[in-house]
Each structure stands twice: as structure tokens, then as C-alpha cells.
């Protein structure tokens, strides 16, 4: 009579055992979802602070040309054509970098950057529009604070609350390495591109030139070291996307403006 229920402890053993390994799996599940909020929650001015951590790493490698005071015009007229609410308390700019890199990249800080490859490879200012406006759509998601990491940006969060400004830095260093590579999802990029599309037919009236930047980079992608095809999706999809969501909406194609004077001299 010693060994009535042993049979009955280990199945309680084993439900005890399984509800705590869900119960685990489900707060770490939960927690991975708050932090993912909790980036959404970032307030601006928090988002301005670690852009002043981030943004001169990159203000070095910049100065002062004819071509970004370009860039920040042409980027200024798109903003104008963003939905109201979100352009409260924004103002983005522009940092350009005279380096070969094909890139361009949300910052934290409503900061955008521009390398040199990239306006090489510009033929229209419809089609650098397209780019302004897929990054424009990145801040509108707040896909630049994701691409962050949840590790990271509670790190941040952690060291701006305790006032630990050692950690700060080596958290906005890594976070400044991270975001050069930041690799958003398919779903992001197809949702920025959709967003950049819509502000080029509201700037423009038409939507010539959203897909031309992707079709050239498809076409030659194999001759060229591409920091761009590496962080996004494969430039043939995304101009195939666009091309059919221009034909669906019926958007009119116009004629495409030239690239202003300033950038197509400094190719
Ligand atoms: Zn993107």
C-alpha cells in the first residue's frame, strides 16, 4: 500500500512542470511585447536625446555643402505633404556624407542621412523624392526606434532613468554601430515604400519615378557593392509592388523633374 498514488504525483509532477514552463514561456513572451510597446512609447524628447548621442558620430563625416542645403529643401517640401498629426513637433533634416556608400538611413532625432553613392545613382528628383519619402515613412512608424533592438533601447532606457551616463554612451555607441545595419521586416519596408509613394502623388500630382531607382538597382546589382540591398528587400519585388499599386490606384505618370543643378554636380 506504500506506492497507491506514485502514478498520480508524477502526471501532477508533469502538469506543474508544463504549466510552469508555459507560464515562462508566456512572461517572456509578454515581456518582449511591453518592451516592443514601450519603444512605441519613447516620448520625443527622449528620441532627441539619444540623437544628440548618435548623430555627431555621423555630423563628422559631414559638412557643410551646396548639395545638403538641397537635399534639406527638396526634404522640407515633402515634409510640408505629411498627414497633420505627424508633423507636430517634427523637423527633419538632412546630413549628407560625401562617401561612396549606396545608403540612405532614419536616425533617431528626426535625422536623415545621405551618403554620395546613393545621388550617383539618381537620375531624377522624383526618384530621390521616392527615397526622401520611404525614410519619412520609417519615422512615421517609428520603424528607426525597432531597428534600435529591444536589448538596446532598454538599455538606454534603463541608464537614462538611473542617470548612469557611462552606460548612456556605450549604449548610444552600440546603438549608432546597430543602426548603419538595421535590417527592418518586409512588412516595414513595403508599408515605407507605400508611405513615400503617397507623398511623391502628393507632392508631384503623379507618381513618375517611384520605381525607377529600384529598377536600376535590380538591373545591376551583381557589379555593385550595395549597402542598401543589403538592409532592404530585393529592389526588383519592391519595384514590382509599387509599379502594380500605381496601376491599381490609377495614379497619372507625368513627366519626371531633372535633378536639381547643386547634386548632379557633385556625381
Ligand atoms: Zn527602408
Redesign the pocket.
Known sequence: MTDRNPPTSNRQLLAILGIFVASGCLLLWGSLQLVDGLILLIPPELEQRLGALVIPAYERLAESSPAQDTLNQLLNRLETKLPKQQNIDRNYRLIYIPDDTVNAL?LPGDTIIVYRGLIKQVESENELMMILG??L??FAHR?HLRGIGRGLALQFVVAVFAGDTGGLANAAAAIASNLSTAQ?SRS??AQ??EFGLQLLVSHYGHAAGAADFFQRLAAQKSSLDIALLS??PAPGDRSLTLTQTIAQRHYPIQARSPLPATLKGDR
Request: aromatic letters at 8%.
Open positions: 532614419a520611404h525614410e515613412g520609417h520603424d527592418f516595414q519596408e515605407a515604400d538592409t532592404h
